[in-house]
C-alpha cells in the first residue's frame, strides 16, 4: 500500500502531557509529532474522530508563555506492541491558532527525533 502520509514525523523525546482542557484530566503523553498531528500513549482507548481540546503544558525553550490549548480530532487507536496496557492514539490538528502554530513547529524542532521509528506509523490517516 502506498504511504499517504506527506508530512515528516519525529519520535518526541520530551515528556509532556496532555491534558483535556474542558475536565482537566490527563488524556496521555506526547509519542510522535509531525507539523499536522502527533501520536499520543493512552492508559485508555480512545474511539476514532472524537474531538479534544487538549492543555499542553510548554517549556520556556519553546514558548514564552505556560501552556497552549489546541483541538485535535482522534484518527485511530490501538494497543501498544510492547506494552498491553497502553494504547496509542493518533491525532489530527483541527484548531490551533497562529502563535501556537508557532509553538508547535518549535517543540517539532526541539524536541523531535528522527531517530529510528518502529512501522512508519501513518496518524493522520490511518
Known sequence: MPERRRLDRRTFSYYMRLMNENTGELVGHLADISTGGFKMESLKPIPPNVDFRFRIELTSEVANVPYMVFGARSKWCQRDHIDNSIF???????????????????????????????????????
Do not use: A, C, H, T
Not at 90 to 115: H, L, T
Open 88 to 126: 496509542n492514539v493518533g491525532f489530527q490538528i483541527i484548531d490551533m491558532i497562529p502563535s501556537n502554530v508557532e509553538i508547535f513547529s518549535r517543540m517539532f524542532e526541539k524536541y523531535g527525533s528522527k531517530g529510528s521509528q518502529k512501522n512508519n506509523m501513518d496518524y493522520l490517516w490511518r
